[in-house]
C-alpha cells in the first residue's frame, strides 16, 4: 500500500510564496507521473501541475509562470513552489501520484493524499 502526506499549506499574504511537499510512503518500487490537484471552494477539482518520472513539467495556465512543481526521487517527494500567490489560488491542494507496488501482485496504483488547505488572504 501507498500513502501520501502533504505538508507546507497554511496562510499567506497576497503576492507571498508557499512551498508544498507531498511525501510517499510504502512498499514501492518506483514512482512514474507526480502532480498536484487543487479544489477551490464551490468548484471541481483541478489540474495545477505535473511532472514525469524524467522531469517533464505541465501546468494549468492559471499557474504558470508562478508555480513551479519538482520532485526528488530518492525521497519519493515532490514540491510545489508558489510564488506571487492571489486569493484566488485559495484551495485545498492535493497530491497525486502514479505508484508502483511491490505488491503481490506487483502493480501500479493512482494515489490521492488527503489534501492540504492553502489560503491567500490579508
Known amino acids: 500500500q501507498v500513502q501520501l502526506v502533504e505538508s507546507g499549506g497554511g496562510l499567506v499574504q497576497p503576492g507571498g510564496s508557499l512551498r508544498l511537499s507531498c511525501a510517499a510512503s510504502g512498499s514501492i518500487f518506483s514512482i512514474g507521473v507526480m502532480r498536484w490537484y487543487r479544489q477551490i471552494s464551490g468548484m471541481e477539482r483541478e489540474f495545477v501541475a505535473s511532472i514525469t518520472d524524467g522531469g517533464y513539467t505541465n501546468y494549468a495556465d492559471s499557474v504558470k509562470g508562478r508555480f513551479t512543481i519538482s520532485r526528488d526521487n530518492a525521497k519519493n517527494t515532490q514540491y510545489l513552489q508558489m510564488n506571487s500567490l492571489t486569493p484566488e489560488d485559495t484551495a485545498v491542494y492535493y497530491c497525486?501520484?502514479?505508484?508502483?507496488?511491490?505488491?503481490?501482485?506487483?502493480?501500479?496504483?493512482?494515489?490521492w493524499g488527503p489534501g492540504t488547505l492553502v489560503t491567500v488572504s490579508s
Open positions: 497525486n501520484v502514479e505508484a508502483g507496488v511491490t505488491g503481490p501482485p506487483r502493480r501500479w496504483l493512482d494515489v
